[in-house]
């Protein structure tokens, strides 16, 4: 077998075992007023302090909307309605506590705010700004969240 061909069944056999599908992940997209006043409610990230929406893990004892709610409440202070059906998906890389990144996709649900908090659970961690959504598409990292952004 030639050294080139060696490679490529090693790389092959080696990815098979590295790549995994997405975790899923559920997203509020977090929303007050209406057309030229719409905004979206962006918070910074723990590690990077990059502008993200609120995210997290699905929820036993909630349905994905509800768990993007509870999200949007935990990092952002929202208080709100969710919708039930999605309004789009992004993927991305998580960097866990370990380091090492895994792929996630998260499922985007609508949240029209009704308030905000002045406390809640991650105060203290995070930063929050409102801002248009063409302004929040050029702030983030994800391209599929950025072309949801600019779509509303």
Known sequence: MKHSNLSLV??????????????????ALCTRGEGSQLQVLMIRSLQTQRWIIP?????????????ALQEAWEEAGVQGTVSEETVGAYTYRKIRKNGLPVPC???V????VTGLADTFP???KRRRKWMRPQEAATVV????????????
Not at 13 to 26: K, S
Not at 55 to 67: F, H, I, S, V, Y
Not at 141 to 152: G, I, K, Q, V
């Open 122 to 124: 991650e105060v203290k």
């Open 105 to 107: 996709r998260a499922q």
């Open 55 to 67: 995210k997290g893990w699905p929820m036993e004892d909630r349905t994905l909307a509800g768990a």
């Open 109 to 112: 649900f609508h949240v029209q």
């Open 10 to 27: 090693l790389t092959e056999f080696v990815g098979a075992f590295t790549r995994r599908p997405a975790y899923l992940q559920v997203a």
């Open 141 to 152: 990292a994800e391209a599929d969240l950025a072309t949801l952004l600019r779509s509303l």
